[in-house]
């Protein structure tokens, strides 16, 4: 069973940028696409930047441009630059393949705010 942990996250003022990294144990990592998730309280969580196999990103409108997914096959890790950090960014953030087929981690927290 692939284990997930994500870290990195923290309080940041708008404006700001931080950077997530997900570790994932077992050998198979680098044959899944890889997504970052985020919940914000209240929320359903959401995917908002995903990775192909190969370092094909996608994201939602409201990252785009800020955000910045990348993996490392060889360390088992998919990282999130995270740039411009606004307060609605606030949530936590967990990583999984992009159909969830991981059980999730603990998630990384992300507060954003002066």
């Known amino acids: 069973q692939v284990q997930l942990v994500e870290s990195g996250g923290g309080l940041v003022q708008p404006g700001g940028s931080l950077r997530l990294s997900c570790a994932a144990s077992?050998?198979?990592?680098?044959?899944?696409?890889m997504g970052w998730y985020r919940q914000a309280p209240g929320k359903q969580r959401q995917l908002v930047a995903s990775?192909?196999?190969?370092?094909?990103?996608g994201y939602v409108d409201s990252v785009t441009g800020r955000f910045i997914i990348s993996r490392d096959n060889a360390k088992n890790t998919v990282y999130l630059q995270m740039n411009s950090l606004k307060p609605d960014d606030t949530a936590v953030y967990y990583c999984?393949?992009?159909?969830?087929?991981?059980?999730w981690g603990q998630g990384t927290q992300v507060t954003v705010s002066s």
């Open positions: 999984n393949t992009v159909t969830t087929g991981f059980r």
């Open positions: 077992g050998s198979t990592f680098s044959f899944y696409a």
């Open positions: 990775i192909t196999r190969g370092g094909s990103a």
